[in-house]
């Protein structure tokens, strides 16, 4: 997942894409509702119910209130929804002992009336640690204060949170023999922290699922790999401590210029994730491209192919239990294009129109099914026929 500079740039960007279709009134986001519903086949969250699974995408609260096309496509396509930013400690308590819970709370009320899980992502987390917070913890570290952020979430939540992303992005390779990221909670606390925060959450979520999310664990890389083993190692050292985990995120945030996935690899490190008893959740599923001046037929084929790879052997594994898009539809990706990309393919397409947007969603900016969506749906059904 991005740093919170780009989470905060994220936010902006899908409120001034928003506004200005509404102010625009294209056709394509007024009609985007029947086009979605208007699609042969069953929703994915029916093919995933099917087979044994939850579908669901990460949106935000201004997404679901003021873009109405959107919030129907949700609701059409999802049984689950994952709070971007709102649940995120950053955005509960940007002032010490301030709480700020409207957003959040407007997911979880969305999620109620329309019979939706919330994702309970994410708890501990590098990139959303309020500046008092990391002050305070660096000049004299207190773990009440997070005690007081999970007892001031998890409760109020726990009726349709049943996923918690307690720790998430723990590891940075090349830095410790452990793997550890050097973030706020190492440096105040040291290694237990997770251990701690694990122990901490089942008393506030004493039937959910705790997890730990983690990004980068796809292809034939070095770090990539490095992670892998760090993270099993990491895994093997809290079970043997009997700590409260119940499974892992795996956030695949695929990317073409990679290279294609390493099936081999993954296929074994769920294997190994099976032997000690946990589940697994894909959390946040998205694809970067690397090619933006072909077609849009190669464009959508290769992100695609992509997903099918993917997909194709992590729903061999049974721990598996749920999968969730970063987004639903390229409209509010957070895969923008920067600067250099835009200027390498300047007259090559009309941004306007959706073209030189990040097309690794499954619905295009008019929320119309890509073959993405058509790749998700056919892995979710042969997961079904296989079970």
């Known amino acids: 997942m991005c740093d919170v500079q780009a989470v905060r740039l994220r936010s902006s960007n899908e409120w001034r894409y928003t506004r200005r279709a509404v102010i ?25 119910e099917q ?5 669901g995408a990460a949106v935000t609260a201004e997404a679901l209130r003021l ?19 709102s649940l995120k400690w950053g955005a509960v308590e940007p002032l010490h002992a301030r709480l700020e819970m409207a957003a959040m709370d407007e997911i979880a009320e969305v999620a109620r009336v329309n019979g939706l899980r919330v994702y309970g992502h994410a708890l501990l987390w ?12 660096g000049d004299s ?7 007081n952020y999970f007892s001031s979430v998890m409760p109020r939540y726990g009726d349709v949170v049943r996923y918690w992303d307690v720790v998430n992005e723990p590891l940075e390779p090349g830095h410790r023999d452990d793997g550890l990221r050097a973030n706020a909670f190492l440096r105040a606390f040291g290694p237990v922290y997770i251990e701690r925060a694990m122990r901490e959450a089942r008393l506030f979520a004493p039937d959910g699922k705790l997890m730990i999310n983690e990004y980068g664990l796809e292809y034939d890389i070095p770090v990539e790999g490095d992670r892998r083993y760090l993270f099993l190692k990491l895994i093997e050292d809290l079970k043997s401590k009997s700590v409260p985990l119940d499974g892992i995120g795996l956030q695949a945030h695929l990317d073409l210029r990679k290279g294609k996935i390493f099936a081999k690899a993954i296929r074994e490190f769920l294997r190994e994730i099976e032997e000690l008893g946990l589940v697994v959740v894909v959390t946040e599923l998205d694809v970067k491209e690397a090619d933006y001046a072909a077609s849009l037929e190669r464009r959508d084929g290769a992100v695609a ?14 721990a598996v239990r749920g999968i969730s898009t ?7 990706s957070w895969l923008r294009l920067t600067e250099d990309e835009l200027a390498s393919y300047t007259g090559t397409w009309n941004h306007e ?30 997961r079904d026929l296989g079970r």
């Open 305 to 318: 192919d992509e997903t099918r790879r993917y997909l194709e052997v992590v729903l061999d594994s049974p």
């Open 141 to 147: 570290p207190d773990w009440r204060y997070i005690r």
């Open 51 to 55: 087979g044994g699974l939850f579908f």
């Open 353 to 382: 129109d959706g073209q030189g947007l990040n097309r690794g969603l499954p619905l295009d900016a008019i929320l119309a099914p890509k073959r993405m969506y058509a790749a998700v749906a056919r892995t979710l059904a042969r």
């Open 24 to 48: 625009a009134g294209t056709v394509g986001f007024a009609s985007a509702a029947l086009s979605v519903q208007a699609k042969a086949g069953p929703s994915l969250k029916v093919l995933a």
């Open 126 to 137: 590098h990139g959303s640690v309020p500046q008092w917070a990391e002050a305070m913890l």
């Open 67 to 85: 873009d109405s096309s959107f919030r129907s496509a949700v609701l059409n396509e999802c049984s689950s929804v994952t709070p971007e930013i």
């Open 326 to 332: 970063w987004g639903l539809s390229d409209r509010y």
